[in-house]
């Protein structure tokens, strides 16, 4: 392991604060506190084969060190896409209750994750928690009240789009649509940045945040989301330097981003260690989406990448380390799913569940730490009516009971119903990445969609790679998953995915990606405040018009 980043304690001694430094010597002995640190630590676009302990050529020791020195996550599930996943962890619901059930929220768009819904950090705040967020957010933002800092978070550092450039921190969303996108708190972070790299800034920010905060007075929730491994692939040059051997470009590049990324892990984990943190620390690791193979990621042996419903789009690499678990060094094969996080964390963090929080998640912790049975049985992946592309979809198709042209997936204990259109299909294998031919049968597959189908049922306990639709063999259990889908669909709120609005436009905001909605209180309020100022301005100029005019009577009289 060649680590290029400073030493940790030099980088340190650069970010904390004296004024801690000094307070801290005088807690050296006190207790911590009763309530865990939780460190939750969400990547973007890492692939299920993307990590060493999964057979990757990736090389990650500082990550698989803390996997294996912790709980594997090995039946893990997150949603296909970025703002799905992150929607459902900050309020343990399935999309179908948030609105979100179509695509990502975009930049353009007048939509966030809906106000009224409750967040992991509000109810850790409840609970005594100090709230950080590091990272990306892409959880929307057209209003202020969309906002990280306005949703439970105490501080905010990082960017509010989907994806941009990692040194510039610069984002176009078309022609004419471009804009800065780096914000501390609710305001452009034009101040902070000094062009580094996100991977290497966003750590360091974590980091100071670990050095400025008390451990034994107040339990502290670090969200930190980083922007890697999505693209576009860039990454600092002496990283390239470990993967000469692999002949594909965007593949050597992602996979020294990830390894970039390891480091940044391990110097996570030393600040940890060397503020007081670690022996209280709940470590939580995810991905919030499959890899995509167009731009250097890997899932095999899974099918389908990220943006589909197959397993290669929603199987997580996750793992949880901590001095906490009980059975460390473990795997877990229990179901879980990201919704999951929510109550887990509330309930360990000492918080609340109210029942009118309708969560869809469960508290997983014993199934994790103790390796008990998972209260989760099945997992609702999503059921979006606006995607209807399957041509061959159909109500006779789906038994009269769901029109199979609807995209939807389903998990019930071993079984996997996916109707509509579920998304790109293939195995792309290892060898796709080199100059080797393919030659077997699986790595030559294609999947032709003019089969006529739009309904695959598959045991993903016996067939992980959904290689043998069992459909035609078991219509009985189709009919039944059909039934859960009609069930869960009657708990369903309309879409929220409203069209682009020009006035997000970046160059009407100072050049900035930022809130540019008002609504009808806020304008009003606005007008009402402008109708003052021109009043109280003409009042003034009034009174200096009067003023002016006696000065000049009096000075003419003065004259005579």
């Given at each position: 392991m060649f680590l290029r980043w400073p030493p940790v304690p030099l980088l340190l001694s650069f970010i904390v604060s004296p004024a801690w430094s000094v307070h801290n010597r005088g807690d050296e002995f006190e207790q911590p506190v009763s309530q865990p640190h939780i460190?939750?630590?969400?990547?973007?676009?890492?692939?299920?084969?993307?990590?060493?302990?999964?057979?990757?050529?990736i090389k990650t020791p500082n990550i698989d060190w803390l996997a294996a020195q912790g709980v594997k996550l090995e039946n893990y599930y997150v949603q296909p896409l970025c703002?799905?996943?992150?929607?459902?962890?900050?309020t343990g619901r399935y999309q179908i209750h948030t609105g979100l059930q179509h695509s990502i929220i975009r930049a353009t768009q007048p939509n966030c994750l809906p106000l009224e819904n409750v967040t992991l950090p509000q109810k850790l705040k409840e609970a005594g928690y100090s709230t950080h967020m590091v990272g990306k957010w892409h959880l929307g933002f057209y209003k202020r009240g969309c906002l990280p800092t306005q949703r439970g978070f105490d501080t905010f550092?990082?960017?509010?789009?989907?994806?941009?450039?990692?040194?510039?921190?610069?984002?176009?969303?078309?022609?004419?649509?471009?804009?800065?996108?780096?914000?501390?708190?609710?305001?452009?972070?034009?101040?902070?940045?000094?062009?580094?790299?996100?991977?290497?800034?966003?750590?360091?920010?974590?980091?100071?945040?670990?050095?400025?905060?008390?451990?034994?007075?107040?339990p502290l929730f670090l969200y930190l989301a980083y922007q890697a491994v999505h693209s576009p692939l860039q990454v600092p040059a002496h990283y390239l330097e470990r993967y000469k051997g692999i002949p594909n470009p965007h593949r050597r590049k992602y996979a020294a981003m990830v390894?970039?990324?390891?480091?940044?892990?391990?110097?996570?984990?030393?600040?940890?260690?060397?503020?007081?943190?670690?022996?209280?620390?709940?470590?939580?690791?995810s991905t919030d989406n499959g890899g995509q193979p167009l731009a250097g990621g890997s899932n095999w042996p899974l099918r389908g990448s990220k943006a589909t419903y197959w397993e290669g789009g929603i199987r997580g690499v996750g793992f949880v380390h901590s001095p906490l678990l009980v059975k460390k060094g473990?795997?877990?094969?229990?179901?879980?799913?990201?919704?999951?996080?929510?109550?887990?964390?509330?309930?360990?963090?000492?918080?609340?569940l109210d029942e009118d929080l309708n969560l869809d998640g469960?508290?997983?912790?014993?199934a994790i730490s103790e390796g008990r049975s998972s209260p989760r049985l099945d997992i609702l992946h999503n059921i979006d009516p606006i995607y209807v592309k399957a041509k061959n979809g159909s109500?006779?198709?789906?038994?009269?009971?769901?029109?199979?042209?609807?995209?939807?997936?389903?998990?019930?204990?071993?079984?996997?119903l996916l109707t509509g259109v579920p998304g790109y299909s293939d195995w792309v294998p290892p060898q796709t990445f080199s100059n080797q031919r393919l030659t077997t049968r699986h790595h030559n597959e294609r999947v032709r969609w003019d089969r006529g189908k739009s309904v695959w049922l598959f045991n993903i306990t016996a067939d992980p790679y959904e290689r043998v639709d069992l459909s035609q063999r078991y219509p009985h259990i189709v009919k039944k998953m059909l039934m859960r889908l009609v069930q869960y669909n009657k708990t369903a709120v309309p879409v929220r995915y409203p069209t682009k609005d020009l006035r997000s436009n970046p160059q009407y905001n100072g050049g900035v990606w930022g809130p540019w909605y008002k609504d009808e209180k806020q304008q009003r309020e606005e007008e009402e405040e402008e109708g003052f100022n021109n009043l109280f301005m003409s009042h003034l100029g009034k009174r200096r018009w009067k003023n002016k005019s006696k000065n000049k009577k009096l000075k003419r009289k003065a004259e005579h």
């Open positions: 460190v939750f630590i969400l990547v973007d676009d890492q692939g299920f084969r993307d990590v060493g302990y999964h057979g990757s050529e703002s799905p996943s992150r929607s459902q962890l900050m550092f990082g960017s509010l789009l989907g994806s941009g450039d990692y040194y510039s921190h610069y984002k176009c969303e078309g022609p004419g649509m471009c804009g800065y996108d780096l914000y501390e708190g609710e305001e452009a972070a034009w101040e902070q940045d000094r062009g580094l790299y996100s991977t290497v800034m966003f750590t360091r920010k974590a980091v100071s945040i670990l050095a400025n905060h008390n451990p034994h007075r107040q390894s970039c990324l390891d480091e940044a892990i391990h110097n996570l984990t030393q600040a940890l260690k060397r503020f007081g943190y670690y022996d209280n620390t709940v470590i939580v690791y473990s795997k877990c094969r229990s179901l879980v799913h990201i919704t999951d996080w929510f109550p887990t964390l509330v309930t360990l963090g000492g918080g609340t469960y508290d997983v912790w014993e109500w006779k198709a789906g038994y009269g009971l769901w029109n199979t042209a609807i995209q939807a997936a389903l998990r019930v204990g071993h079984w996997k």
